[in-house]
């Protein structure tokens, strides 16, 4: 399998795993989201080890390795993006598989399985017509103030969602034209759905408009806009005013 097809099939493998552990019956809220993180990233690290043993390998769930830093090609993966959504039995959870060239989100496939869908770079679909008052994506628990005023500002109406790639992919699917996040995130949480974002033509920066750039030292990245490229400059400049 080429980079692309391996992102799309562990994304797809993974996602399966987690529906079969959550269909036992046997776990229920915060053991079940346990179990299920441990167990997909188990598969996902364990198979990218031998299926790419040269590159290097950044997950949420697996104690950091500084090898990465001085590889040229590092995977990225969060094997479980909204655990609270995937113990809930709900369907806004997803997860990432990403494949970062010199820091740049480059392959990715976000699975959202809650839906059956697998969304990736290398199979990018035209995007859906934008709706004529645009929406605008923010957390279902903790909507980030920022995002609200600029929403406030440009008439958009907020559509709350669960995990990153719930929300990043719903953008790609055509159900909302912004996700603008500021409330904190991990390299993790928006590494692939960036990759797909951008693979379908969609805008993908930091909230200053400066790239958003993997394989850092430090993985905290709090702040991104993923939007339809009308949007981008619109939500950046409001964005900046306030800072």
Same mark, same amino acid.
């Given at each position: 399998m080429n980079d692309s097809e391996l992102a799309a099939h562990l994304a797809d493998v993974a996602g399966r795993l987690l529906l079969e552990v959550r269909a036992s019956g046997l776990l229920s809220l915060k053991a079940l989201g346990k179990a299920g993180d441990q167990t997909a990233n188990q598969f996902l690290c364990h198979a990218l080890r031998e299926q790419r043993p040269d590159d290097g390998l950044l997950s949420e769930e697996e104690k950091d390795n500084a090898d990465r830093l001085s590889k040229s090609r590092v995977w990225i993966i969060d094997p479980v993006d909204g655990t609270r959504e995937y113990g809930e039995e709900r369907t806004d959870w997803a997860v990432h598989v990403?494949?970062?060239?010199?820091?740049?989100? $480059?392959? +990715?496939?976000?699975? %959202?399985? +809650?839906? +059956? %869908?697998? %969304?990736? $770079?290398?199979?990018?679909?035209?995007?859906p017509p934008a709706a004529s008052k645009p929406r605008m994506l923010v957390s279902r628990t903790r909507p980030a103030p920022e995002a609200v005023a600029v929403a406030e500002k440009i008439g958009a109406d907020l559509v709350p969602m669960g995990s990153a790639g719930a929300k990043a992919m719903a953008v790609v699917r055509g159900e909302a034209e912004i996700y603008l996040h500021t409330g904190g995130q991990y390299e993790w949480d928006?590494? @692939?759905?960036? @990759?797909? @974002?951008? @693979?379908? +033509?969609l805008h993908i920066s930091r909230v200053d408009g400066s790239p958003l750039v993997y394989n850092?030292?430090?993985?905290?990245?709090p702040d991104l806009l993923i939007c339809r490229p009308e949007w981008a400059e619109p939500v950046l400049d409001l964005v900046r005013g306030a800072a």
């Open positions: 990403a494949l970062a060239i010199d820091g740049v989100p $480059t392959i +990715g496939a976000v699975a %959202l399985p +809650g839906l +059956g %869908l697998i %969304l990736r $770079t290398d199979q990018p679909q035209p995007l928006s590494c @692939a759905p960036a @990759a797909v @974002a951008a @693979a379908y +033509g850092q030292a430090d993985v905290y990245m």
